[in-house]
């Protein structure tokens, strides 16, 4: 059924226990150990068997099996069950990658439920070197370990995101802007994960757990504040660079729109001294003339050039 499980100490020791002995250390009296079971890619068996040992809320344990659940905190009896998620990103494609961890908690046991690894070794070292213990201590090692992982997806996409706005003031083009897009996409699935998050934090944080308890849960919960705030603002920085994007590309336009206008006018004026010319009337003096061809000619010439020279000056060119 499970991965591992392990008795944790006070003083930091832990011990391996197989699952036959699970249920001996629920029935024993002993309040100075601690019990953390952890599953990884859980199945209908692994949760049936949970709810056989620990009696979870069968909700609780359809919430596990079940992929997106908002990130929340619940209270069933003694137990308490939070749902959070651990997120990485794909550099090359920009892309957020979330996997979702369930706990349940109460005063002797904690339990564990995700997808993919989870960074073991080094909870139980931060545990092992730490005053903090019981399974409020392993929650905040297991809670502060999640939240730190954040923080390189939002500095990864912050710096992107500075990138893509050199590159928009220097040359718009549509690969950049859609790459834009792609980041604001991600900064909305980041942030519909970390706000629920930090909304569930808000209870444990009222709670009381003791002054050492309570300042290291109220310190995770300043860093989901921050990493909110950071997210809120390349979201403004997305928006701003759209309507930059937006904004160059109708300059540009209007720059082309400039030139075509000035070359349909020196065109309609070649036109219209050529249309003149043309006319087949009977009597037009300057049909006679020996000259008239050239000097019909150079007078097309010399309006062209001086629209050139003025369109020119008007910075139409």
């Known amino acids: 059924m499970h991965r591992f499980a392990l008795i944790l100490d006070q003083e930091g020791g832990s011990r391996k226990i197989e699952e036959e002995?699970?249920?001996?250390?629920?029935?024993?009296?002993?309040?100075?150990?601690?019990?953390?079971?952890?599953?990884e890619d859980p199945t209908p068996i692994d949760t049936a068997r949970l709810r056989e040992l620990f009696g979870f809320h069968p909700?609780?344990?359809?919430?596990?099996?079940?992929?997106?659940?908002?990130?929340?905190?619940?209270?069933?009896?003694?137990?308490m069950f939070f749902v959070c998620y651990q997120v990485g990103l794909e550099q090359e494609r920009v892309?957020?990658?979330?996997?979702?961890?369930?706990?349940?908690?109460?005063a002797r046991f904690l339990v564990t439920v995700h997808q993919g690894e989870l960074g073991v070794s080094e909870i139980l070292e931060r545990y092992s070197n730490s005053a903090l213990?019981?399974?409020?201590?392993?929650?905040?090692?297991?809670?502060?370990?999640?939240?730190?992982?954040?923080?390189p997806v939002v500095d990864f996409l912050s710096d992107r995101l500075e990138r893509l706005e050199e590159q928009i003031f220097s040359s718009p083009e549509e690969r950049t802007i859609q790459r834009v897009f792609r980041i604001r996409k991600?900064?909305?699935r980041l942030r519909r994960i970390l706000i629920p998050l930090r909304d569930a934090f808000v209870p444990l944080v009222r709670q009381d757990l003791g002054p050492?308890?309570?300042?290291?849960?109220?310190?995770?919960?300043?860093?989901?504040?921050?990493?909110?705030?950071?997210?809120?603002?390349?979201?403004?920085?997305?928006?701003?660079?759209?309507?930059?994007y937006l904004s160059g590309i109708a300059n540009r336009t209007n720059e082309v729109m400039k030139r075509l206008t000035s070359i349909a006018a020196i065109l309609m004026?070649?036109?219209?001294?050529?249309?003149?010319?043309?006319?087949?009337?009977?009597?037009?003096?300057?049909?006679?003339?020996?000259?008239?061809?050239?000097?019909?000619?150079?007078?097309?010439?010399?309006?062209?050039?001086?629209?050139i020279l003025y369109f020119k000056r008007k910075r139409y060119f």
């Open 95 to 106: 892309r957020l990658v979330s996997r979702e961890l369930d706990l349940f908690m109460s």
């Open 212 to 244: 050492q308890l309570g300042l290291h849960l109220q310190d995770v919960y300043d860093h989901l504040t921050r990493l909110a705030e950071s997210i809120d603002t390349q979201r403004d920085i997305v928006t701003g660079l759209v309507d930059i």
């Open 186 to 188: 991600e900064l909305s």
């Open 21 to 39: 002995e699970i249920e001996v250390f629920l029935k024993s009296e002993d309040r100075n150990e601690v019990l953390w079971v952890d599953i």
């Open 59 to 79: 909700l609780a344990l359809e919430d596990c099996l079940k992929d997106h659940q908002r990130p929340k905190v619940e209270h069933y009896g003694e137990v």
């Open 269 to 307: 004026s070649i036109t219209f001294i050529a249309a003149i010319y043309g006319m087949n009337f009977r009597y037009m003096p300057e049909l006679e003339q020996r000259y008239g061809y050239p000097t019909a000619l150079v007078s097309m010439a010399l309006v062209a050039l001086l629209q």
């Open 133 to 151: 213990c019981g399974s409020k201590g392993l929650f905040y090692f297991l809670m502060d370990q999640v939240v730190d992982g954040y923080f």
